[in-house]
C-alpha cells in the first residue's frame, strides 16, 4: 500500500514523512494529480491560512485530483488546515470556499484565552469511530491553529480552548484531525496507526 503525502508547497511535510517513515509506511509526496491518483491512501497537511493553501491546490490542479480521490472511496485524512479546508468556507482573511464535504464555517476563535491556540489540550471523544480506536478520554495531542470548526454531526471528538471545537472530524472515507498527529507522540502516532488499518480495508 502506498500512501500520497499532498504536496502544495506548504505544509509540515517533514515531520509527517517522519512518522510515516517510523511505522515503515511506503509514502510519495504527490505534487500533482497523477501522483495523488495512483495511490491507495492520501493524507492533506496543512500550515498556513485556508485560502491560501486552496489557491495553491488550485494552481496544481491538486483540488479536482483531490475531489476524484475522495470520490473514490480511498482513505484521506486532512491535518490542521488540511481538515478545516473539508468545510465549506473559511472566514479567513475575507473568506473563502473550501471542499464543501462537511457543512459549516471555520471561524477565528473568538472567546479564546489566546490566539492562536498553541501546544498541548485534551481530547473529548464524543463518538465512536475506527479512527480512534484505543484512545482513551483524557488524552493530550499537541494544537497550532487560529481558526475552528464547529462541533457537529461528523465531530468524533472535540476540545475546548475558551471555546469548544471539532479536533477529530469523520464522514465515511473522509477523515480530520485539526491537531498535528505526527507531533502528538504517542496518541498521534496511534492515530496514524487506526488511519492506515483503515486505508487497508477493501473499499
Request: charge should be negative.
Amino acid at each position: 500500500m502506498k500512501v500520497a503525502v499532498v504536496d502544495y508547497g506548504g505544509g509540515n511535510l517533514g515531520s509527517l514523512a517522519a512518522a510515516l517513515e517510523r511505522r515503515d509506511v511506503s509514502y510519495a509526496l504527490a505534487g500533482d494529480a497523477q501522483s495523488l491518483l495512483a495511490a491507495d491512501a492520501a493524507i492533506l497537511p496543512g500550515d498556513g491560512a485556508f485560502g491560501a493553501t486552496m489557491e495553491a491546490l488550485r494552481e496544481r490542479n491538486l483540488d479536482s485530483a483531490i475531489e476524484s480521490f475522495i470520490a473514490s472511496g480511498r482513505a484521506f485524512l486532512g491535518i490542521c488546515v488540511g481538515m478545516q479546508l473539508l468545510y465549506e468556507r473559511s472566514t479567513e482573511f475575507g473568506g473563502s470556499i473550501g471542499f464543501g464535504l462537511l457543512a459549516g464555517t471555520v471561524e477565528r476563535f473568538s472567546r479564546a484565552p489566546r490566539v492562536p491556540h498553541i501546544g498541548w489540550n485534551v481530547l473529548e471523544p464524543v463518538a465512536c469511530h475506527p479512527l480512534i480506536e484505543g484512545l482513551g478520554s483524557g488524552t493530550y495531542v499537541y494544537f497550532l491553529h487560529s481558526y475552528r470548526a464547529p462541533v457537529a454531526a461528523e465531530t468524533v471528538a472535540a476540545a475546548t480552548h475558551g471555546e469548544r471545537f471539532a479536533a477529530i472530524v469523520a464522514r465515511e472515507n473522509v477523515m480530520g484531525t485539526q491537531f498535528h498527529p505526527e507531533k502528538s507522540q504517542r496518541t498521534g502516532g496511534l492515530l496514524l496507526d487506526n488511519f492506515i488499518c483503515l486505508a487497508k480495508k477493501p473499499q
